[in-house]
């Protein structure tokens, strides 16, 4: 499915950073990527299912939730598989784009998430 990618800071990300990025409970927040309740079941997945997200410069596996989202839009937490997504191209600002990508996103039952999958 081709969706809008969006990645942000959330309270739950930042709070997780700060105590430190190498826990557990940091790595789970930002490789979790909320979509459309619609288009989940669309896509015959359910939340904790795990998807691979291609973008047009590498590709990241998530674990999905549902979000207050519209439809082929997905949010996900600035985090390392976010970093496995982008370009590096910052135009001038220092720091790659990280919204409004277009993304392919596709069930991935057999990877790990927060992983770079494998192709």
């Not at 937490?77 to 982008?86: A, D, I, K, S």
Request: charged fraction near 20%.
């Amino acid at each position: 499915m081709r969706c809008v990618f969006i990645a942000g800071r959330t309270i739950k990300q930042g709070q997780q950073e700060n105590m430190g990025k190498l826990r557990d409970e940091y790595l789970a927040v930002v490789s979790t990527m909320d979509m459309n309740p619609q288009d989940l079941a669309g896509m015959g997945l359910a939340p904790g299912d795990s998807v691979r997200v291609r973008s047009e410069w590498g590709e990241a596996v998530y674990s999905c939730a549902e979000g207050d989202l519209p439809s082929g839009m997905v949010f996900v937490p600035y985090g390392p598989p976010t970093c496995q997504l982008m370009g590096g191209d910052t135009d001038g600002t220092g720091m790659p784009s990280q919204k409004n990508w277009e993304v392919e996103v596709e069930p991935a039952s057999d990877q790990q998430t927060g992983s770079q999958s494998e192709t």
